[in-house]
């Protein structure tokens, strides 16, 4: 029999205010240790804390994208536990009342092997805030721990799956979903090395149709491909368990990327371990329906809407509309780009659909593959969609063929300039004189009478021959389409 993984995420992301949860410190990254732990985010005594209202603000904006429920009154708790970087000896989160619950994310699992890309709802059981602990750094100070709590009080969102997930191809698919939506609606700069996002894996076994088996929690997994080997390790891990006799405990673990396997961090808590209570020190969080009305106002068109309009206006697939907003800033390019090139390329005008195209494979093919050899982001591409606009227009007039367009392009990466002005200094305008290419092909056809009767007894294949030859005596430079049109009905005879 074949065994099912069963698979729950839970996501924290560190939202993008300036200030702490329950106090005025600051949130940026990298101070030197402890600059940043104001009396609040140290606990001492007699402090209390006052709710950042964009903290709140941005869980909404979440709320509302995934289409959830904004609980109109929601309580937060003290999660109790002991750990050096946890100044209170709690902290301060939500537990039976969060502020978002019953949302969904629609994602688009790729294809692999023999099977087909596919899409998948994965339920989102709840988002709430809380505030992110410190952070022990062990081994820093002459073999000893030392404790930085710049990051004790930062706002986190934890978002939580439901197990509905079946593959770490699913999970990793959901997450990269997930961290393309906090960033795209500026609540979460995503910045994983940075722990701006950071994902937990609750991973099981079972028969198909059997009850859900014993999970097992792999901690704190800061990149998508530990995501993925993570949970296959796991799931393997399990079923060799069971299949050899043994028994699945809960646990909480932690992944060795250096070795690729999971290990046993401690045993694994639940609620009634935490002793939750309602904070005393905090009012409950009411939002009201004009509240949440203001924030929607503040939503962009999200992603799967904007891929909709893409494939349903550009007329693209539905493979190039996913990676073109995998990014806000790669829709930002795109769409940027598109407006250079016409006032409005989204009508079905089939001019509009065909630079549409033209721009997607350029930023999908060679911008993105540029980008990743230089190890940049869309964010700090040399080229301006307006440099890649006008490139794609004098590939769309037949001023360059697409090998002249790939120089075009290498000339404004390294050194900048615009397309008009590379053309004219490199001399790659393509030759479109009809007469001056019949003249080519007439010569040609002259000096190579024998391959003019084999191809014209059968040899089609020969076709390519002075197809190359042809390329061969313009340097290039005759325009494909015109030259192929003149060459078939030359050798024609």
């Known amino acids: 029999m074949t065994w099912e993984i069963v698979i729950g995420l839970e996501v924290h992301t ?3 205010t300036n200030t702490k949860i329950f106090s005025g410190a600051s949130t940026a990254f990298g101070a030197e240790p402890n ?18 209202k964009g903290a709140v603000e941005r869980a909404i904006k979440f709320g509302l994208a995934t289409g959830a429920h904004i609980a109109p009154r929601s309580v937060f708790a003290r999660k109790n536990y002991f750990y050096p970087d946890l100044p209170k000896g709690y902290q301060i989160s939500q537990f039976d009342l969060p502020v978002v619950g019953n949302g969904q994310l629609i994602i688009l699992v790729p ?14 059981t709840r988002a709430h805030l809380e505030e992110d602990a410190g952070k022990s750094m062990h081994g820093d100070f002459h073999g000893m721990t030392g404790i930085d709590l710049n990051r004790a009080g930062t706002p986190l969102l934890e978002i939580v799956s439901e197990p509905d997930m079946r593959s770490a191809a699913e999970a ?13 609606i500026g609540i979460c700069d995503g910045n994983m090395q940075e722990g701006s996002f950071r994902c937990d894996a609750n991973v099981s076994v079972r028969r198909p149709g059997e009850p ?41 673990v932690l992944f060795d990327p250096d070795k690729g396997e999971t290990r046993m961090m401690r045993s694994k808590e639940d609620a009634h371990d935490y002793r939750y209570f309602p904070d005393p020190d905090l009012l409950p969080l009411d939002i009201s329906d004009e509240w949440k009305e203001q924030v929607r106002t503040t939503l962009p068109e999200l992603p799967q809407a904007k891929q909709a309009r893409y494939v349903s206006e550009l007329g693209l697939s539905i493979y190039d509309a996913g990676v073109l907003t995998a990014s806000c800033e790669m829709a930002d390019f795109f769409e940027t780009t598109l407006a250079a090139l016409s006032p409005n390329p989204s009508p079905a005008s089939g001019r509009g659909e065909q630079s549409a195209k033209i721009c997607a494979n350029w930023l999908i093919g060679e911008v993105s593959a540029q980008l990743n050899r230089d190890n940049l982001d869309m964010a700090q591409c040399p080229i301006t969609p307006q440099q890649l606009g006008g490139m794609i227009r004098r590939i769309a007039d037949g001023t360059i063929s697409n090998s002249g367009a790939k120089e075009v392009f290498r000339a404004m990466w390294t050194e900048g300039g ?28 002259a000096a190579n009478a024998d391959k003019v009767a084999e191809y014209r007894s059968g040899k089609d294949k020969l076709f ?24 078939k009905r030359k050798l024609s005879g």
């Open 14 to 16: 560190q939202l993008s």
């Open 172 to 184: 990793v698919a959901y997450a990269k979903a997930l961290h393309t939506l906090v960033r795209w």
């Open 212 to 252: 859900l088996g014993t999970r097992r929690e792999i901690k704190n997994l800061n990149s998508f491909r530990f995501l993925e080997q993570a949970i296959n390790y796991e799931a393997q891990w399990q079923i060799g368990t069971l299949e050899n006799g043994g028994a699945i405990h809960q646990a909480t």
């Open 111 to 124: 294809a692999s092997g023999t099977r087909q890309a596919y899409e998948k709802a994965v339920r989102i």
């Open 35 to 52: 600059t940043q732990a104001d009396a609040v985010s140290i606990a001492l005594p007699g402090v209390l804390p006052v709710l950042n």
């Open 464 to 487: 390519g021959f002075f197809v190359g030859l042809a390329m061969k005596a313009s340097k290039g430079k005759a325009n494909p389409a015109q030259l192929n049109e003149v060459l």
């Open 418 to 445: 615009d397309a008009d002005a590379i053309i004219e200094a490199k001399g790659l305008k393509q030759v479109s004189d009809s007469g001056a290419i019949e003249a080519l092909v007439d010569e040609i056809i």
